[in-house]
């Protein structure tokens, strides 16, 4: 048998080879002119390299390991196990037709977004390659699809293709002019052709919708194995279904106390429409958001919260005009593991000067004073792009570590940071305080509705109308934000910010009781780091000596 490190280059060579769109993401170029191979054979070949994967690391003697080479195993077995399961328990292929879509989405997105690793020809010469290889994607997914694949997912599908369509018009046109004539006369002519075979696909899709007969939910016993195998927490669903409508209560209670401490005469839903109206006018949102990054960044050296690591920086800048149609507000490009930048972005779509006077003054409440620095902070100091730095450099000797991450700890690091500032004296302006309070009612209401849709039969109505009422998102963003959460990679999903940072919080006591005197949050949140993006639970055993619920 292998060595265990063998062994782990083996997968990830796997991994990267067998999803050459991930890999592009991930900051790997080695695969930039394929798409993959998603025949159903394909993917039979790789779900047998996969069990094949997880026997051998599971014949490999955890205690003859060392700690960080334990750590490993148990990541890669995550990731396997996961996808040996989802593989085995939703038929993706046949079942997701927005899955290939977005998938194709990505494969040109991630090329766009490589500036840093590859000059703009290379750019060019390579999503011209994937651009030519589309069609033939195209007729694999059509093979594949079949009756068992939910209504929503079909009409998702539908919705995707006209969304890639716009992008392909503005973001890969718009990218294509950038370069010189010849290629971009090529890249042009790949583009009208996968415009052409976009358009039967949808036919192909309008013409299944009214055959399909699937639904949505991944069932209890799928959703309780990402909770206890993927996650490593202590919940099923009836447990995490319960947590969530605790912890609403809980939230809701808040909210309405702060509200009335603020102002007794005001429901809190008049005082965050209050709030959005103290707004920076469009020409201001550059320098609003670079003054709460700076102002963000400055509080964490100042409050001794983290290290920020030499080399790192972050940006404010405007998001390119050929990538606004698919981003309102804007998009968060935090460094990719593999790649060669300790840089992340905060891209901001500035106002449509074509837009109505109405549309502009939404977009504007909508980029709230309270907002910006609520996001910032989320986004920037101390959230997503600090975190993805100490990732990436913790992983420099694991790169099964540095290409896997956990949702528990991401996005539980990135709600435990809003706790975070608050109790530290960042969040002294009451509006942010109240934007955040509500956003805590909306995390909380998430949990309910993730475990409500995939095991309890909740409609998608009743899920859009728990947002609207509970949490007052307007009926639009509801739907979107439910539409995500019935995704097939999305069980348990919406769940992980709230369960991650309770999990943050209750390892980081459990740490100050054992560090005593030693201990201070530079040192918690440094140590916290330094492993990557496991489950929280494995950072608890290197931390603690002991699981998290021992």
């Not at 993917?43 to 003697?61: H, N, P």
């Amino acid at each position: 048998m292998p060595q265990l490190a063998q062994l782990l280059e083996e997968y990830l060579t796997f991994v990267l080879s067998e999803d050459p769109i991930e890999a592009t993401r991930l900051g790997v170029h080695d695969y930039d002119e394929q798409l993959g191979n998603d025949s159903l054979d394909a993917l039979s070949s790789a779900a047998e390299k996969r069990t094949d994967f997880i026997t051998q690391l599971e014949a490999v003697d955890p205690d003859t390991l060392s700690i960080d080479e334990a750590m490993d195993r148990s990541v890669a077995l995550i990731d396997l196990k996961t996808k040996k399961r989802r593989h085995e328990d939703l038929h993706i292929w046949a079942r997701a037709p927005y899955w290939y879509v977005e998938r194709l989405g990505s494969a040109y997105s991630g090329l766009l977004n490589a500036a840093e690793d590859l000059a703009p020809a290379e750019q060019g010469r390579r999503l011209r390659t994937r651009l030519a290889a589309t069609s033939g994607y195209l007729d694999t997914a059509q093979q594949n699809l079949s009756t068992n694949a939910p209504p929503l997912y079909v009409e998702m599908g539908i919705t995707a293709v006209d969304g890639l369509q716009r992008f392909l018009d503005q973001a890969v046109m718009g990218f294509a002019e950038t370069l010189e004539a010849s290629l971009k006369g090529e890249v042009h002519a790949e583009v009208v052709r996968v415009q052409d075979r976009l358009t039967t696909f949808k036919a192909f899709l309008a013409d299944l919708h009214p055959r399909a007969q699937g639904h949505f939910a991944c069932g209890p016993a799928h959703f309780d194995f990402l909770l206890r195998e993927f996650h490593l927490l202590d919940f099923d669903h009836q447990s995490l279904y319960e947590f969530g409508q605790e912890e609403m209560g809980k939230d809701r209670a808040a909210l309405e106390a702060y509200a009335r401490e603020l102002d007794p005469n005001r429901s809190w839903i008049e005082q965050l429409e209050a709030i959005k109206s103290h707004h920076p006018r469009g020409e201001e949102f550059l320098d609003t958001y670079h003054a709460e990054m700076v102002r963000a960044r400055r509080h964490c050296v100042d409050t001794y919260l983290i290290t920020l690591p030499a080399g790192e920086s972050a940006q404010v800048v405007w998001l390119p005009e050929y990538l606004r149609a698919g981003a309102p507000l804007g998009l968060m490009h935090t460094v990719p593991p593999f790649s060669n930048s300790l840089s992340s972005q905060l891209l901001l779509t500035p106002l449509d000067p074509n837009a109505s006077a109405e549309r502009q003054e939404q977009h504007m409440r909508d980029n709230c004073y309270a907002f910006a620095r609520s996001i910032t902070l989320h986004e920037i100091y101390p959230g997503h792009h600090t975190q993805k730095v100490h990732h990436k450099l913790a992983t420099v000797n694991s790169p099964v570590r540095r290409y896997f991450s956990s949702p528990v700890f991401v996005e539980g690091w990135g709600l435990y940071t809003e706790d975070l500032m608050e109790e530290t004296g960042f969040m002294d302006d009451p509006a942010v305080k109240l934007f955040k309070l509500r956003n805590a009612l909306w995390r909380s209401a998430r949990v309910v509705v993730d475990s409500g849709l995939h095991t309890r039969n909740m409609s998608f109505a009743n899920a859009v109308d728990l947002l609207h009422r509970e949490v007052l998102l307007d009926p639009h963003m509801a739907e979107g934000e439910v539409r995500r959460y019935t995704t097939h990679n999305n069980p348990t999903y919406p769940s992980a910010y709230l369960l991650g940072k309770t999990a943050i919080h209750a390892l980081r006591a459990r740490w100050q009781a054992q560090q005593d005197n030693a201990y201070s949050l530079q040192r918690f949140h440094d140590t916290l780091l330094s492993y990557g993006s496991p489950p929280v639970k494995l950072v608890a055993e290197r931390m603690l000596g002991v699981g998290i619920g021992d």
